[in-house]
């Protein structure tokens, strides 16, 4: 039946449905139809990237809620049990202990059982396949379950074990980000962008730490410090619209869900915004930043060499190589018990949170000056109005629990990350960091205990605005005064642990012997001077278009490069592209029937067939320095490049011939 039209009155314009001219307020709902196909056209002139972004953010704040919630509920059961279980210190004990080791050993067997790309935090691989090497398999989507399970188990343990979450939360992101990628390809048809990924993959980096801490600033920070040795202002953009929709999205959760009036930092502080510290404890700030950069360069020195340990000895290496949620369990078991309360927990605060850990620290009260006539009473539960009674025992006194933690967390923590579970380093760090302000806060305020005197006032010490040893700290505080004093320890920090050993990541990208280019410290040690003449590997395998068939066969099975570099000629050698081996032996399955038939062919044949050659559109000559080559490789996230000169291809240059040169020149030879 055909539809009945008419026309207005008093219009001379097309006609329109009786449905249309009938319907109520016909004038409104074009204009709401008009401004709707208005904003319709406006959204779809926005590259498609920032939807991308946007959903990335969200998504990736309501797993994050999603897991804080459950892991919230666990560890609230398992300190009901541990309270309600009576006073047999057996029991006690054993529901202590018994947890967490079950816990970890579901968390290191069920993650492990699924895919072994679970364990450890994932941001030394990350570093690895964003400098572009390609893992296998590393960033598939069916690794996301098992991390999320194993790391909701581990974080359950709460404070015992003394893990994070930010790391693999991060591989996490950068997973889901590969995952929607690959998704928005096969919906739109487009053909797969190594450079698109590769920012995409950047900017799930800083979502990773924003919907882990609320902070956007920080996310972008990490992503720029941590993940890429080079950082493009065009990522920058990304990466904080993603970081700041699921910073948002996060915090705005815990709005809806009644837990905070309106959208606050984590971690509250309340330090005097007239006078937070004086001029002179500036000296103090960068004395602590020195302490921390030397303190970290021991943990680095430690940690390594007791991971070579566990992978070196004949019983450790084993348990591992058979059986590794035994192993979880044994390391677990020594955790929980050293953190017993009624033990050697009772000198280490080990009934706090890793959070209450870091909300007493950043108390802004002198523990000090206040139990210096006074002694406070431990109490049979913590008080939450008292926390920081936790740090006190009337021997050890603040000093003795803070100095007792320290060192016991230090050489626990390294003891957990040998433990093959998905887990985090970030946030236990973090709280030495800020143990290590505060015991030197408390010092202060003891041997000043009227304050500094400055311009003729005296203001007190607040050893909590120590305790602020990280820049992250400023986000997650929502304490901005402290920022010149804080940075200046920063810097310091970062000075000292930079000259003095590799980062935490690099050095376990050295440990697991992943594709690792070094960097180049300074000049003197004659990177310039250096060219790649001196380094680079003249013994390649090049293909010319008339090369026979069967000589290209004969190269094909007795290498196993993945490609060759193509010359015009046997005689000429000049450089005009690169041939992929797994499409050259495609090709040469699929032979022509010429060939079959006994004729003499060449390469040129299979490239006219269909074989595709690659262009080569960045080169290197002999009198290239090492420095450049160096700043290409790591700019570019290259692998390899082809050495010519005056066209002619005379070798190669991948990251095996750097690292040599450049551990050649930071290590020379004894003269002989």
Request: hydrophobic share 45%.
């Amino acid at each position: 039946m055909e539809e009945l039209v008419g026309l207005r009155e008093g219009s001379s314009g097309k006609p329109v449905t009786l449905q249309e001219l009938w319907g109520p307020c016909p004038r409104i709902r074009g204009r709401i139809r008009r401004g709707l196909e208005w904003l319709k056209e406006k959204l779809f002139r926005v590259d498609e990237d920032w939807y991308f972004l946007a959903i990335l953010g969200v998504l990736m704040a309501l797993i994050s809620y999603a897991m804080n919630f459950a892991i919230g509920r666990v560890v609230r059961a398992h300190k009901w049990l541990y309270g309600e279980i009576g006073d047999s210190h057996l029991l006690r004990y054993l529901s202590w202990t018994v947890y967490p080791v079950a816990l970890l050993s579901f968390s290191s067997g069920f993650s492990q059982s699924i895919t072994p790309f679970s364990g450890g935090s994932g941001l030394p691989e990350l570093k690895t396949i964003l400098s572009g090497v390609i893992l296998e398999n590393y960033l598939d989507i069916k690794n996301f379950g098992a991390k999320v399970a194993g790391l909701s188990c581990t974080l359950a343990t709460g404070s015992t074990v003394f893990l994070g979450k930010v790391g693999p939360f991060v591989h996490l992101s950068v997973m889901i980000a590969a995952y929607l990628g690959q998704v928005r390809t096969r919906t739109i048809g487009e053909s797969e962008n190594k450079s698109k990924q590769h920012e995409m993959l950047v900017a799930a980096a800083a979502v990773g730490v924003a919907t882990v801490f609320a902070a956007p600033f920080s996310g972008v920070l990490f992503s720029i410090e941590v993940m890429s040795s080079h950082f493009t202002v065009w990522n920058y953009w990304r990466g904080f619209f993603a970081a700041t929709c699921g910073a948002f999205t996060f915090r705005l959760l815990a709005v809806f869900n009644s837990e905070q009036e309106t959208i606050t930092s984590i971690y509250k502080t309340s330090f005097p915004v007239d006078v937070p510290f004086d001029l002179p404890e500036i000296f103090f700030f960068v004395a602590l930043g020195a302490i921390c950069g030397v303190l970290s360069c021991v943990y680095l020195f430690c940690q390594r060499t007791f991971l070579g340990f566990i992978k070196t000895n004949r019983f450790t290496s084993k348990l591992l190589a058979t059986s590794k949620p035994l192993y979880a369990a044994l390391g677990a078991l020594v955790l929980a018990s050293i953190t017993y309360p009624p033990g050697v927990g009772r000198f280490m605060a080990s009934r706090l949170s890793m959070r209450q850990h870091l909300d007493t620290l950043f108390d802004n009260n002198s523990w000090a000056l206040m139990t210096r006539n006074s002694s406070p009473p431990w109490p049979a539960e913590p008080d939450p109005q008292n926390l920081w009674f936790e740090w006190y025992h009337p021997r050890f006194t603040i000093f003795g629990t803070l100095a007792f933690f320290l060192v016991m967390k230090f050489w626990m923590l390294i003891l957990a990350s040998t433990i093959p579970m998905p887990a985090g380093f970030f946030m236990p760090v973090f709280i030495m960091g800020a143990a290590i302000g505060r015991l030197l806060g408390e010092a202060l305020s003891l041997a000043f205990p009227e304050g500094i005197v400055a311009g003729g006032v005296i203001n007190p010490i607040m050893p909590g605005g120590y305790a602020l040893a990280a820049l992250l700290a400023f986000e997650l505080t929502g304490q901005i005064l402290h920022a010149l004093p804080v940075l200046m320890a920063v810097l310091m920090a970062n000075a000292i642990s930079q000259n003095c050993q590799p980062s935490f990541y690099n050095g376990t990208i050295m440990m697991k012997k992943l594709p690792y280019l070094p960097r180049i410290r300074g000049r003197k040690i004659g990177s310039y001077p250096t060219t790649v003449g001196h380094f680079m590997n003249c013994a390649i395998t090049t293909l010319a278009k008339d090369t026979p068939l069967e000589q290209v066969v004969k190269v094909v099975t007795s290498t196993d490069e993945a490609q060759y570099p193509l010359v015009e000629s046997t005689e000429s050698q000049i450089l005009v592209g690169t041939v992929r081996r797994a499409q050259l032996v495609q090709a040469l399955h699929a032979q022509p029937a010429c060939w079959v038939a006994g004729q003499q062919c060449c390469l040129q044949d299979l490239l006219a067939g269909g074989c595709p050659m690659e262009p080569v559109t960045l080169q290197l000559s002999p009198e290239t320095s090492l420095h450049q080559t160096h700043h290409l490789f790591e700019l570019l996230n290259l692998q390899l490049l082809y050495v010519t000169s005056r066209g002619r291809a005379v070798g190669a240059v991948t990251w095996v011939e750097l690292k040599k040169a450049i551990s050649t020149l930071t290590n020379p030879p004894a003269p002989k």
